[in-house]
C-alpha cells in the first residue's frame, strides 16, 4: 500500500466530502488528518482503501459529535446534570458536609507534613513497612508515629480522641 499515493488520490475529495457533511472546514481539516495518520499507523487490509478511508472519516466525525453532544447535555443540564458519585445533597446537608470537610482540612495543615503523611498514606490503606519505607523511618516506630499523630490531630478537632482513631 502506498500512503503518498492514497493522499493523492483520495484527500481532495475526502476533504470535500467531510466539509459537506459537517459543515465545518476546521473540523473536517482534523478529520482528514487524523484519517490519513490512522492509515499510516494501521493501513486497511481490504482491497479498497478508498471506502476504507471514508469510513474511517466517517466514524470520527460521528464519534466526535457525540462527545460535543454529550458534552453539551452535561452542561446545558446544570449542576444536577453532572455525573457525580454520590447522590445530590440537599443544601443543608452539603453545608454540612463542607464544613466538616473545611474543619478536617484545618486540623491536617496544623500536623507536621510528616504527620500528615502518616495518617493520610494510613487512611489509604498503606501497610505499616510500606509508610516506615516513605517517610524514612522504622517498621516498628511507625505504630507510634501513627498514634502520637492521631492525638496531634485530635487536639484540632472538636471530637474525642476515640472518634478520630475509628
Do not use: C
Not at 500528615?116 to 490503606?125: A, K, S
Amino acid at each position: 500500500m502506498d500512503a503518498n499515493r492514497l493522499y493523492d488520490e483520495h484527500h481532495e475529495s475526502l476533504h470535500r466530502y467531510l466539509v459537506r457533511l459537517t459543515g465545518d472546514a476546521d473540523l473536517a481539516d482534523d478529520a482528514t488528518q487524523e484519517t490519513f495518520a490512522r492509515l499510516l499507523a494501521r493501513p486497511p487490509r481490504d482491497e479498497n482503501p478508498r471506502a476504507w478511508l471514508f469510513t474511517v472519516a466517517t466514524n470520527l466525525v460521528r464519534g466526535w459529535s457525540n462527545k460535543r453532544r454529550r458534552r453539551n447535555r452535561l452542561l446545558e443540564g446544570g449542576a444536577a446534570r453532572v455525573p457525580s458519585a454520590d447522590p445530590p445533597q440537599d443544601p443543608a446537608s452539603a453545608a454540612e458536609a463542607e464544613a466538616q470537610r473545611s474543619m478536617v482540612r484545618r486540623a491536617l495543615a496544623a500536623l507536621t507534613d510528616r504527620e500528615r503523611t502518616i495518617l493520610l498514606m494510613r487512611e489509604e490503606g498503606f501497610a505499616h513497612r510500606e509508610i516506615a519505607s516513605i517517610v524514612g523511618t522504622t517498621t516498628g516506630s511507625i505504630g507510634t508515629m501513627i498514634a502520637r499523630a492521631l492525638e496531634r490531630l485530635a487536639q484540632h478537632l472538636p471530637l474525642d480522641v476515640e472518634d478520630v482513631r475509628s
